[in-house]
């Protein structure tokens, strides 16, 4: 059975070439363009991993992967947060943080690689 991503972004362009790139590797994605629905999609589709943008529009991704790990059905399911300008090195320390970050603009290798960590640790 194939491992559910589900993408956050809201980018249209960046969204697409992430849902290719783990389509491509086997994943089995889902995508959203903003957090707003992000806790119905999640009991829907039933993620292995949220990948997810740190700007979406009026939401702050750092603010839904800090109510995610503090949900007990969604606390232990792997976040990794993606920024062209925060700090997020900094974001990992914090309560409620994601377990891990990637910085934009991203390697392919990197992303496939980080994505792959975060789903056998």
Avoid: W
Wanted: glycine fraction near 6%; proline fraction near 4%.
């Amino acid at each position: 059975m194939k491992q559910k991503i589900l993408v956050l972004d809201d980018d249209a362009d960046i969204l697409a070439i992430i849902s290719y790139i783990l389509t491509d590797k086997g994943f089995d994605v889902a995508t959203l363009s903003g957090g707003e629905e992000i806790g119905k999609v999640i009991r829907q589709f039933n993620p292995d991993l949220v990948l997810m943008d740190v700007m979406l529009g009026s939401m702050d991704g750092r603010m839904i992967c800090k109510d995610l790990k503090h949900q007990p059905e969604t606390s232990s399911l792997p976040v990794i947060l993606i920024s062209a300008s925060h700090d997020l090195a900094q974001s990992l320390r914090e309560d409620g943080a994601p377990n891990d970050f990637i910085a934009k603009p991203f390697d392919i290798d990197k992303l496939v690689k980080t994505v792959e960590e975060q789903l056998t640790s």
